[in-house]
């Protein structure tokens, strides 16, 4: 079943002031108590871009990405697929789009049933979906995939249980059963924070190769900037803090040029491993080390009570994510 | 040169598993001068950590310390008795383990946990134990008398490991051992935590071992650095020298393969191959399989650590003759 032909202006993915809470206290009588963990997002992405979502823990990315699948409802706010609202999709519809959105988690050891061999994790989404019609199609094409994610040869792979494979092997598992289904657009949440040093380049560019080879759309989820540089070196880069968006941007001037003050203390911080340079930098000059609690969050702009440079203003308004130069985009009152 | 403070000689600990003998740290030699910060990198199961809990005679169940030497200062480790040995943990070495500041008792308050720790470890009485705790506690940054009352759940996650590290000091310990304290911290509460280790080592001349699988977090804070590979110091050298001037192959591959903020993008190289499995380690050099300038001799003989001059320590049977980080 395929969508009907779209408007080829219309983005791949619009999320269109997305929100959601969590209810995190109360009982029967106690009030109710709720975070936004993702807090009034607007952002879309056209076929083929890739956008890595920077953050610390806690600030809520995670929390999107599953927005942008699906996998959770937002509690207001629509997430469109080819222009549609996927909440307003009928069964067909959804089931499409469902087939399209895949995620590459960040635990691989928890991705893979351990009870399972590797061909039977990556055969049912193959027959699901009719992509291999009977046991030898599949058998050929699931070969094809470990193939394709560098597990040579893939007769051997195919009959172990995860257990007899490293990280970083069934990472690559994890990566295979997410492209196996011909999807258009990825979410790879910290996807190689469990990968041994030495073996995440390999699979960040396997990665890469995989969603250019098939012209995929990638959301990079990950809170290293080194890591997101090196992944969406020709894309953009957004950083989120507390639930916002403060910071979206091509990713080396973003880097390279930060123009949100949080974006600015956090590019200050990060360790290089360069001696002379990183002893260099000084400590950003922070008004507070800690982070407000999303129970918490403070009025006005949410970096206020920490923002060396923040005005009268920033504590009484909500500054709106708003264009500075063609490609970038800052929600700070300062610009 | 001055006796260093640590001096390790031989060391080998392993462990049983289900499909063997996995041998975590391989006859390592390593010695800690007083007053420096020693940073230890590897990739994660290449025995950092096991070495550094083998410094306080801690092992896991289901490993033992094989063989090996731990003088510390003119103390034989490996040798003293449980009382002695609870004495040197902490009065002497104290260890900031990963994860330690979620080790606090939760209905424990602050200032109990550091009465605790003192009455544990010498007679002393109580109002000296809250005046120094009150001195330390400031030291780390904190708002002593707020803090000292609170209980852990009160706390957020760099004050808590702050807290720790207040509490590692309360003995004056003359050597802290630090297992990957920034893991769990954000960016910026790590880049505040290293400044304050920084200025805790220079106001005290504490002697730090610092460990960590993050390269940057290396270059920031350390003054010389050990680099380990499956079981095996590959590499010892200062800070500089280790980072500008890598001699060891696989340190060298193992600084290009790190993607960063700074440099060029497409510098950035993998380390080629697979890591091997650990409990059946390749033959000669342990990085032979994946090296580039790998020979023959490689696979045969496994090269021990030597002096190339500078007190530079490198175990490479090429380091003469070939240059990583210029010949690529």
């Known amino acids: 079943m395929k969508l009907e032909a779209y408007d080829m202006d219309v983005p791949l993915i ?36 890739t956008l890595a979502l920077v953050g610390e823990s806690g600030c ?74 009977n046991r030898q199609e599949i058998r050929g094409k699931t070969e094809e995939l470990l193939e394709l994610v560098g597990l040579i040869p893939p007769d051997d792979f195919l009959r172990r249980h995860p257990s007899r494979l490293s990280g970083g092997q069934m990472q690559r598992i994890a990566i295979a059963r997410a492209i196996s289904v011909n999807p258009k657009f990825l979410v790879a949440d910290e996807a190689v924070s469990m990968v041994d040093a030495s073996l995440r380049i390999e699979v960040l560019d396997l990665l890469f190769d995989l969603k250019k080879r098939f012209g995929m759309t990638c959301l990079f989820i990950t809170h290293d900037f080194g890591v997101a540089r090196y992944f969406a070196k020709h894309g953009r880069v957004m950083i989120m803090y507390l639930g916002s968006i403060v910071e979206v941007g091509p990713t080396d001037d973003v880097i390279l040029e930060p123009m949100h003050p949080y974006t600015k203390t956090l590019i200050a911080s990060v360790p290089v491993p360069d001696p002379k340079l990183t002893r260099s930098k000084g400590l950003p000059p922070l008004r507070s080390l800690e982070v407000p609690s999303l129970t918490q969050v403070p009025p006005g702009c949410k970096f206020n009570p920490r923002c060396p440079y923040a005005e009268k203003t920033c504590a009484d308004k909500v500054p709106e994510l708003k264009a500075v130069s063609k490609e970038r985009f800052v929600a700070c009152h300062l610009y | 040169m001055e006796e260093p403070l640590l001096r390790v000689r031989g060391l080998t600990v392993e462990f049983r ?19 420096e910060i020693l940073g230890l990198a590897g990739e994660s199961g290449c025995g950092k ?3 550094a809990h083998a410094i306080i005679k801690q092992v896991d169940p289901n490993g033992y310390i094989k063989e090996g030497e731990m003088i510390f200062e003119d103390k034989d480790v490996f040798s003293l ?43 002393t009485s109580r109002d000296d134990v809250v005046k120094s705790s009150f001195e330390l506690v400031r030291f780390v940054r904190l708002d002593a008398g707020k803090v000292l009352k609170l209980f852990p759940h009160e706390l957020s996650g760099g004050m808590k490991q ?60 350390a003054d010389r650095v050990a680099i380990m590979y499956l079981a095996n110091i590959v590499e010892i050298g200062s800070v500089d020298e280790i980072f500008y001037d890598p001699k060891h192959p696989y340190t060298d591959a193992l600084i290009k393969s790190i993607p960063s903020i700074v440099g060029e993008v497409g510098d950035v190289k993998p380390v080629p191959g697979p ?44 380091c003469d003759s070939v240059n990583p980080a210029r010949a690529s």
């Open chain 2, 17 to 35: 598993v289900p499909r063997g003998i996995l041998r975590a740290v391989d006859k390592v030699d390593l010695d800690i001068q007083k007053g």
């Open chain 2, 49 to 51: 950590s096991v070495l």
């Open chain 2, 162 to 221: 702050r807290i720790v590290s207040a509490m590692s000091l309360l003995l004056k310990p003359k050597l802290l051992i630090l297992d990957e304290p920034t893991s769990a911290l954000d960016v910026l509460t790590q880049k505040y935590f290293l400044k304050l280790m920084r200025d805790i080592h220079e106001e005290l001349g504490i002697t730090m071992l610092f460990i960590t699988h993050d390269l940057g977090t290396i270059a920031e804070i």
């Open chain 2, 81 to 123: 008795s449980e009382e002695d040995l609870r004495r040197f943990r902490w009065k002497d070495a104290a260890i900031i383990f990963q994860g330690a500041q979620n080790s606090l008792n939760p209905v424990m308050r602050v200032v109990g946990h550091m009465t605790d720790t003192a009455f544990a470890h010498e007679k």
């Open chain 2, 275 to 318: 890591v091997p499995d650990p409990v059946f380690p390749p033959p000669g050099c342990r990085f032979h399989p994946r090296c580039s300038f790998a020979s023959e001799s490689c696979a045969k003989e496994k090269p021990a650590l030597r002096d190339i001059g500078g007190a530079r320590l490198v175990a490479c049977h090429l």
């Open chain 1, 60 to 133: 809520g990315k995670s929390t999107l990405g599953r927005l942008t699948l699906a996998l959770l409802k937002p509690t207001s706010g629509q997430i469109l697929y080819k222009g549609k609202d996927v909440w307003g999709m009928n069964k067909n519809e959804f089931k499409e789009f469902r087939r399209n959105a895949q995620i590459v988690h960040q635990d691989p050891y928890d991705t893979l049933n351990p009870m399972r061999t590797i061909f039977q994790s990556l055969a049912p989404p193959l027959s699901h979906y009719k992509i291999a019609r």
């Open chain 1, 14 to 49: 619009g999320v269109e002031g997305a929100t959601r809470l969590f209810r995190t206290g109360g009982g029967l009588f106690a009030e109710k108590k709720y975070i936004c963990a993702v807090d009034n997002v607007f952002f879309s992405l056209e076929e083929g871009d």
